[in-house]
């Protein structure tokens, strides 16, 4: 099978804008999940997509939000880019969900300048 | 005190030796523990999951739980350059239905 994709794979942007990131996970998994990865902070939960609803959410502030299609793919955006938004953000499907076994995406390195 | 703790390390070993990977968790109620390797630049892979009591085994990889302490270990025999990376532990606290990742630990295999 194939694994979790996620584009783009580096991005840069301005301090204020927008930005959308984008996952397909692996074939059959109806949950994806999105994390934050920076040194600081490790690796921090998002929000939980299933079968397009969300269905847990991490303590972050609402300028994080995502969706799910019927195909069980996602997207993550983050308005009003922060600096502190720089990170690795990470994508995992599970079969299961956000609690059970999460298979990772390469991920997106968002750099905030 | 957090909810999943890690020693960061580096932990060293020699090729050959057993490293031994150790990490708590806050809350008896969980259930669910997870072993993921994250080598510099990449993302994290899932090695082991263990829900029992006990050792579970997987080629050079032992997983040990012990819920009544609280905590998990990962046991790496006959270890590799290969294996040098950050091992990370996920635990699925009680009533929470995700992951709490440790800060993770490096582990350096030198030959």
């Known amino acids: 099978k194939a694994g979790v994709t996620q584009t783009p794979r580096y991005l840069i942007k301005t301090r204020g804008q927008q930005v959308t990131l984008s996952c397909s996970p692996i074939?059959?998994?109806?949950?994806v999940s999105w994390y934050q990865q920076t040194p600081g902070q490790g690796l921090q939960f998002l929000f939980e997509y299933f079968s397009e609803t969300q269905r847990n959410k991490g303590n972050f502030p609402g300028r994080f939000s995502g969706r799910q299609f019927s195909n069980s793919r996602s997207e993550m955006n983050v308005s009003t880019l922060e600096l502190g938004d720089s990170a690795l953000y990470l994508c995992?499907?599970?079969?299961?969900?956000?609690?059970?076994?999460?298979?990772f995406g390469p991920g997106t390195r968002l750099t905030v300048t | 005190q957090k909810e999943v703790e890690q020693n960061s390390g580096p932990l060293s070993v020699p090729e050959g030796a057993i490293a031994s990977l150790n990490c708590t968790y806050s809350?008896?109620?969980?259930?669910?523990f997870f072993w993921y390797r994250q080598y510099s630049g990449k993302s994290p892979e899932l090695i082991m999951s263990i829900y029992s009591n006990g050792d579970k085994e997987d080629g050079r990889f032992t997983a040990q739980l012990n819920k009544a302490s609280q905590y998990v270990s990962l046991l790496i025999r006959d270890s590799q350059p290969s294996d040098s990376a950050t091992y990370l532990c996920a635990v699925n606290l009680y009533n929470t239905d995700k992951l709490i990742f440790g800060t993770g630990t490096r582990l350096q295999v030198f030959p």
């Open positions: 995992a499907s599970s079969p299961l969900g956000s609690g059970y076994e999460q298979y």
């Open positions: 074939s059959g998994h109806r949950s």
């Open positions: 809350d008896r109620g969980s259930q669910s």
